[in-house]
């Protein structure tokens, strides 16, 4: 019998956050800026929204949440395909039956004093953030521990680490995309940078493929 270990530590449930950064943000990045900036002059429906909403920012979430149609993001939509595949490979899903399907694609401008509250995606798989400008005292975004159990009496620790804190806050980087989970409860604090936190967001989900 070979020998095994007295002592092993095995992670149960975890959340996993995938994180990647797109090639072609350097070349493309100010006509993406570019493009964001023409469609919150564009978009009444969406500057009326946030106003009442999203004070101190603009989203296009409830008025123009289909920019994948729009020419302007197709290479990154094809890079965020890329990543959505391989972080369902990595998890074992079963993406012989089932295939993604990017079903919104939005855009966010952060101004000094705005913020979002923690929120869920629902009826997704896969929910994320892209970064396009983002100076660095631009607000972060928190990630909360999804086990509500785990508030109960949570114990004191020697040093704070992502894998063992209640909430993580990672600061956002320009060309870098995060995927995570749609059920993972996130928001971002207040935004206190003069320069605009310029981001887009995402939702995939998962279709059976058809058997035809």
């Not at 994180?19 to 564009?42: C, N």
């Not at 009826?123 to 953030?129: D, K, L, N, T």
Request: aromatic share 14%; proline share 8%; glycine share 4%.
């Amino acid at each position: 019998m070979p020998d095994q270990p007295k002592m092993f530590l095995r992670a149960l449930f975890p959340t996993f956050l995938h994180e990647a950064w797109y090639p072609g943000f350097a070349a493309e990045k100010e006509q993406l800026i570019r493009r964001i900036r023409e469609i919150r002059e564009e978009d009444q429906a969406g500057r009326e929204y946030s106003a009442q909403h999203y004070p101190y920012g603009f989203t296009s979430f409830r008025s123009r949440d289909r920019l994948y149609t729009d020419p302007a993001f197709r290479n990154l939509v094809d890079f965020m395909f890329e990543v959505a595949y391989d972080y369902g490979h990595k998890q074992y899903w079963n993406l012989e039956n089932f295939e993604l399907a990017m079903t919104q694609l939005w855009c966010n401008i952060n101004s000094r004093y705005n913020y979002h509250r923690d929120h869920v995606h629902p009826y997704s798989q896969i929910s994320g953030v892209f970064y396009l400008q983002c100076e660095s005292d631009a607000a972060p975004i928190s990630l909360k521990d999804p086990r509500p159990a785990r508030w109960m009496v949570p114990a004191p620790l020697r040093e704070n680490r992502a894998e063992n804190t209640l909430i993580t806050t990672l600061p956002p980087e320009e060309g870098k995309l995060l995927m995570f989970p749609a059920w993972l409860d996130h928001g971002v604090a207040q935004h206190h940078s003069e320069t605009d936190r310029i981001s887009m967001s995402y939702n995939f989900e998962l279709r059976q493929k058809n058997p035809g």
